[in-house]
């Protein structure tokens, strides 16, 4: 599987291609060097136009064609979008949502996708009805290769049917009303509960309540993604099935949704066409979310499902990309550990709403068309990338970025809107190493921590059970842990830890939060570095938005706040611990320069080793590395808008080119290298 995607361009996504299209498409297919194609999404009310009427006429042509052109089908579930009919026959089916505080959800009208309700009986019913068709009918084929159920799952449905089973859920989790009440802290307003019945979907006077509607939300549209999946389990065991995830999207926990697909996908349209000065910034982020979706299954390789190769029709200023951007955020997600690149979409449609969403092939289906030539360009140069397949990312340095305690945090009264931006913290950790070319992997809160030299829990103010213990065991055989304010705040029931802040890790990190200062955005502190700080970190930083006021307790004091009340009290700490060291990072920075300076000296007291050792990559330079048991391969990425001038002590050939590099190079705007080292 992965080699046939790698090979070349990916699947481009053909819904339902026209008959006098299809001869030309697959032509132009040919062209591009495009060995594969996604089919069938959002294709319901062409496979069953009326009720228990099919036609399968449009798949049997593409997997007909498919086959003879030796490409790979990876053939969609249609359940991302119901068809008119089933809306209006089975008004259960479309999802249920209150319009605004303390009024009655609304059942939805008939519009737009991803929004059937992931409870109703009869939609299930009619997903197994259709995938079991499908898999009957194509299980067999030689052209399958993958199945892709649905699209971008999203999450929520407030229904008498999601309630019912909210409530069930509630009663399974908890076992009886009194564990419930003491979990979600009820007495407080009067809220206490004495009847299943009385428990509604939300209330925000009780974060721990929405925080469950949260778990429930995201459980159940998993437990709907296993009922949709069971008849492609059942009849076709041994085609892979994947789901398009959506990044670091906030309302369905890819950790647990991981477990159940066989490949990780996702779908990726980074703002490189937006301002000039943001491109950097922007790759940082996207690089996050591809981290994130390798790590999802323990550093197997993923598949970027989802990209466009040109403008995308829903961002509000909708730029081209210039010449080489393209190719340069392809490469970014291979060097990340994608094994494939793919599309949205084939051909640009004549109508609907995304007619103006970049594709492969233009309205016209001129192989002329830009776009067509630099996509049939990379699908060259991807051949080549053939000993990349299945390589892996020797990580060393992880992060930890648990879902569930991003919902508590969000849920939580006090903290301010940036304290509560746990992306923002985890990436402002993440730029650090990214940038110097050190791998990072992601990981749950329930994560063994084995194998890492550092590990960083930015904000991580949920913490599940074992979790301070497993990190006491990692630093005292010599392991290095960075946490920060707002962790260790609360359990997995919203409860503060009574023992003093940061609750359970408050032995290993020697140090007692005291109490938290949220700045004005327009205010600041300062960081002072002590004279003869631990790692050689000096000099005077930038403090805002959140300062955490700590005593240190068996910790040694780093670095101290210069203003305030509570000047000269400790703002960095370390504590040693067994073997290791643990810190705490009590302020947040202005900008990047005090995680920059932090995480530098961090990883050169540690020794991390770094993708491109012999090079010093300017701004807006990254290199990633992949490796297999023989092979170990950096890829080189200049996110910059200008030039470049990289200076290389060592020898390596360019799999792109075949060509040598050594000495002073030059990269290009926006240009690449993959060197095997």
């Known amino acids: 599987m992965a080699r046939l995607l790698l090979e070349s361009i990916q699947p481009v996504s053909i819904v339902r ?45 593409i997997m007909a064609r498919a086959k003879r052109a030796k490409m790979a089908i990876i053939l969609a579930t249609p359940s991302g979008a119901k068809p008119n009919w089933m809306a209006q026959k089975y008004p259960e089916i479309r999802r249920m949502h209150s319009p605004g505080r303390n009024v009655a959800p609304l059942r939805e009208e008939q519009c737009g996708r991803h929004n059937h309700c992931p409870t109703s009986p009869v939609y299930r019913e009619k997903c197994q009805i259709i995938n079991a068709k499908l898999a009957e009918r194509y299980g067999g084929h030689p052209a399958l290769a993958m199945w892709h159920v649905s699209n971008e799952y999203g999450a929520g449905c407030e229904c008498p049917l999601c309630q019912a089973a909210f409530r069930q859920w509630l009663e399974k989790k908890y076992g009886g009303l009194k564990a419930l009440n003491e979990a979600w802290w009820t007495g407080f307003w009067a809220h206490r509960f004495t009847d299943w019945s009385q428990i509604g979907m939300t209330d925000g006077s009780l974060p721990a309540m929405v925080v469950d509607r949260r778990r429930f939300d995201s459980d159940q549209m998993l437990d709907f993604f296993r009922a949709e999946s069971a008849p492609l389990r059942a009849i076709t065991p041994d085609v892979p099935i994947t789901v398009n995830m959506m990044g670091t999207y906030l309302p369905l926990d890819y950790w647990r949704w991981a477990k159940h697909v066989d490949v990780v996908s996702w779908d990726a349209y980074p703002a490189y066409h937006d301002r000039p000065e943001t491109a950097v910034t922007t790759a940082g982020r996207f690089s996050f979310a591809h981290d994130l979706n390798r790590s999802l299954k323990g550093g197997k390789p993923f598949l970027l499902m989802e990209s466009s190769p040109g403008p995308t029709n829903w961002m509000q200023i909708n730029r081209l990309l210039r010449p080489g951007q393209h190719r340069m955020k392809s490469l970014q997600a291979v060097a990340h550990g994608s094994d494939g690149v793919c599309y949205f979409q084939l051909r640009k449609g004549r109508g609907g709403c995304e007619k103006f969403h970049g594709a492969v092939i233009d309205h016209v289906g001129s192989e002329d068309d830009r776009m067509f030539r630099e996509v049939a360009a990379l699908g060259r140069e991807l051949k080549r990338l053939g000993p990349v397949l299945g390589a892996r990312t020797p990580a060393k340095v992880a992060i930890v970025f648990d879902w569930e305690s991003r919902w508590m945090l969000n849920a939580a009264n006090g903290p301010s809107a940036f304290a509560k931006d746990t992306d923002a913290a985890a990436l402002g950790h993440y730029r ?83 109490e938290t200062d949220y700045l004005y955005d327009d205010e600041r502190n300062e960081v002072v570095m002590r004279p003869g700080a631990p790692m050689a970190l000096a000099g005077v930083y930038p403090a805002a938005y959140v300062c955490d006021v700590v005593r240190a307790e068996t910790a040694e004091v780093v670095a101290t706040y210069g203003r305030d009340f509570y000047a000269g009290g400790p ?87 075949g060509r040598a590099v050594s000495g002073r190079k030059t990269l290009p705007a926006y240009g690449a290298l993959v060197l095997e080292d």
């Open 17 to 61: 291609c026209g008959p006098e299209n299809l001869g030309h498409d697959f032509h132009q297919i040919k062209l591009a060097g495009i060995n594969s194609a996604s089919i069938g999404i959002f294709s319901w009310s062409a496979l069953e136009p009326e009720e228990g009427v099919f036609d399968f006429g449009f798949v049997d042509d």
């Open 432 to 514: 650090a190493y990214w940038k110097r070319g050190i791998p990072v992997d992601l990981l749950n809160g329930d994560a063994k921590l084995d194998g890492y030299d550092v590990v960083i829990a930015p904000q991580l103010y949920m913490l599940r059970e074992g979790f301070a213990a497993r990190v006491e065991r990692f630093v005292e055989k010599g392991g290095t842990f960075v946490a920060t304010y707002l962790t260790g705040i609360a359990n997995e029931t919203d409860l503060v830890f009574s023992g003093g802040l940061p609750g359970p890790l408050r032995n290993v990190l020697g140090i007692r939060s005291m």
């Open 571 to 657: 703002a960095i700490t370390v504590n040693h611990f067994g073997k290791g060291e643990a810190w705490y990072v009590a302020a947040a920075g202005a900008d990047d320069g005090l995680l920059d300076a932090f995480h530098g000296a961090l990883a050169r007291a540690r020794k991390l080793k770094r993708a491109l050792p012999d090079c010093d990559l300017p701004a807006g330079v990254t290199a990633q590395v992949r490796q297999t048991k023989t092979g170990r391969f950096i890829f080189v990425i200049n996110f910059n808008n200008d030039p470049v001038v990289l200076a290389f002590k060592k020898t390596r050939r360019d799999l792109l080119t």
